[in-house]
């Protein structure tokens, strides 16, 4: 499957509140629901579950609506943090201290 980034480098197409939303799947969204409530101490149902990645059309995820490095990116009219001329910033770079296959992501697109 192709890579769909986000903003800041995460690989959309691996996410699996976007798998559920692609397959209209309420199993997977119950599961992934029960899994990060766990994961991110939060209250979490199936219902929260949608999102068809963080640059594309359609639904979001909760926390993508109010991410900071998509609305950064956005606000400048790029598609990612890869095409920023500030990058790396000091915002992104704090995140991609936690996940670094997201720096990756991006550091590929740059070639």
Partial sequence: MEKLIAA???DCSECEARKATLA????LRTAVAEKWS???DADL???NINCMGCMEQGVHFGHCNECDYRH????KG???CSQCGDYPCEM???FHAYVPAAKANLEELRG
């Avoid at 209209?24 to 199993?27: L, P, S």
């Avoid at 950064?72 to 606000?75: P, Q």
């Fill in 92 to 94: 992104i770079s704090g």
């Fill in 78 to 80: 790029l598609l990612n």
């Fill in 24 to 27: 209209n799947d309420n199993e």
């Fill in 72 to 75: 950064c990116v956005r606000s």
């Fill in 8 to 10: 800041c480098g995460i």
């Fill in 38 to 40: 766990q994961q991110y």
């Fill in 45 to 47: 149902t199936a219902s």
